[in-house]
């Protein structure tokens, strides 16, 4: 065959390969341009709030609320996009677009300006739940008693919202506290280890959970509030709203509504009406990080800097028992004594191969549920201060003792010639100069044991970050969040201003 012939050949087969790259990325469009039409429709809710919305043994997000709305976008040809949120930030993915929809068990009382609404479609009450032996029988008894919310709640705004009674509000006066936490689940823990009294939360949850967790509870007969629940749009969203109402009402005349309810138990809690109006009073919105009613700077800045107060308790009394008993590990895991070495080893490798919050946990739950010692609510600082100082004593253990082998062992050898002991060569000789090794690294652990303090929330301590969380939640803002960074960030930068100081009073060579 000529060179040209081949030539052309090579032509003619580049020329098909292109031809057939070009029409196979045109059919692979084709499917994209058609899934393109199709809507997904976002629904947040809080994955730990059972029966509306929660993470099933199986992996699946479940309820009663996402089998509603898993419903209404078969009707519409929708995509269902089930998004867990946490609930303190629930007002910021609305506004940022992330969510098209609150949908979970969300409480419209006092909430009615900053959402645009669907109508009431489940009736709903604040309960209180006690331990079965509890001698807890009226709301009047929980006088002098610790009491559990979850923040930003219908049960917190029961008892301290604008809307409260009352009758509610001097019974939450006369509480020895009132404590939120992030979930149930740590509710129902301070509840069961007596770190709690009573539990005030919906009567769906409430039924829900007495149900899961056995004989232990009771729930009082009289209730401490009621309201309505409904599915809070982006203000102003009216087009979507709407879309979805109508598809409820429909679901409603054709039975499906009232299946679902009663596939989750809530049949006689269903209140959806088609004569009920929309409640729609302000369709002005609110900006990703502004808020509708305003910033109290005043009032923001006083609670930030009680959270700034009790952010760096923590931070001070962990230094204070985290680095002496970090010395001591120290020494243990250097021992010729191998039983201790390498029960230091096991120590060490479990306080950092395991979460700190999850240390937390088991320091402020652990005795009640492995020895069944009953818990008071002043523990609950206690096992903090615990939980964070064995912890951090793990890595600061690890960071003496490479200071103390980095010291060369010619200069022990050397004081034991010139008659020294083993504690003299240690404090006058190994000790200034391992403190001199371990600046750096200790400098970092301590810059991140100021932002560590944040972990606090999990035994429902309120420090800053959680104070930030919950003030942004309610003024719809990222403001304070915000704040709170700089606040941290002041912090940081004295302490690590400090401890470049103190390094250089050690470079005593320079």
């Known amino acids: 065959m000529s060179n040209y012939s081949k030539t052309g050949l090579k032509r003619f087969i580049g020329t098909m390969l292109i031809l057939s790259l070009l029409m196979g990325m045109m059919i692979s469009l084709m499917p994209l341009e058609a899934s393109a039409e199709v809507k997904t429709f976002t629904v947040g809710f809080d994955a730990e709030f059972p029966p509306y919305g929660y993470r099933a043994e199986n992996g ?11 419903e209404v976008c078969k009707r519409n040809g929708w995509t269902l996009n089930k998004k867990p949120i946490n609930w303190d930030s629930k007002d910021m993915e609305l506004e940022s677009g992330a969510i098209d929809c609150i949908w979970n068990g969300f409480t419209i009382d006092g909430r009615e300006d900053k959402y645009t609404w669907s109508t009431p479609y489940i009736d709903n009450s604040q309960v209180v739940i006690v331990k079965k032996e509890s001698a807890i029988n009226k709301l009047n008894d929980l006088k002098g008693k610790n009491v559990v919310v979850q923040a930003d709640s219908s049960a917190l705004a029961a008892f301290k919202g604008e809307d409260a009674t009352d009758e509610n509000k001097a019974l939450a006066g006369s509480f020895a506290s009132l404590q939120q936490v992030q979930d149930y689940n740590t509710a129902f823990l301070n509840l069961e280890s007596g770190m709690a009294d009573a539990v005030c939360m919906d009567i769906g ?41 109508e598809t409820l009402l429909a679901m409603k005349a054709d039975g499906t509504f009232d299946t679902i309810a009663e ?55 962990t230094l204070l028992f985290s680095m002496p008993l970090g010395l001591l590990v120290a020494f243990v895991r250097m021992s010729r004594f191998k039983p201790l070495q390498w029960i230091a080893r096991i120590y060490i490798s479990i306080m950092r191969g395991t979460p700190l919050m999850l ?7 652990g005795p009640y549920y492995l020895f069944h010692i009953t818990l008071t609510e002043n523990y609950r600082f206690i096992a903090l201060i615990i939980g964070f100082s064995v912890n951090y004593a793990a890595y600061f253990a ?36 391992m403190v001199k090794n371990v600046l750096p690294p200790v400098t970092n652990e301590i810059i991140t044991l100021v932002k560590d303090t944040s972990l606090a929330y999990v035994l429902t ?18 403001v304070p969040l915000f704040v709170a960074g700089l606040f941290y960030y002041i912090f940081n930068f004295i302490v690590a201003f400090v401890m470049e100081l103190i390094e250089k009073k050690f470079n005593y060579y320079k």
């Open 60 to 70: 699946e997000y479940v309820g009663f609320d996402l089998d509603l709305a898993q």
């Open 205 to 245: 949850v409430a039924n829900y959970q007495i149900q899961s967790r056995g004989d232990a509870f009771r729930m009082l007969d009289e209730k401490v509030s009621s309201e309505k629940y409904g599915i809070g749009f982006k203000l102003g969203n009216k087009e979507l709203r709407n879309k979805v109402q």
């Open 263 to 317: 596939k989750w138990g809530l049949e006689t809690s269903v209140c959806l009406d088609p004569d009920d109006k929309y409640i729609d009073k302000d369709e002005t919105p609110v900006l990703p990080g502004q808020s509708g009613n305003g910033i109290d700077w005043g009032a923001m800045l006083a609670q930030l800097g009680e959270g700034m107060g009790r952010s760096i308790l923590i931070f001070v009394l």
């Open 359 to 365: 240390q937390l946990l088991v320091v402020c739950f």
């Open 398 to 433: 690890e960071i003496y003792r490479a200071g103390i082998q980095a010291v060369p062992v010619g200069q022990r050898e050397a004081a034991s010639i010139l008659g020294y002991s083993g504690g003299q060569t240690f404090r006058k000789i190994i000790f200034p100069q």
């Open 461 to 478: 301590y309120l420090e800053l970050f959680s104070m930030a969380k919950q003030l942004s939640a309610a003024a719809t803002s990222l």
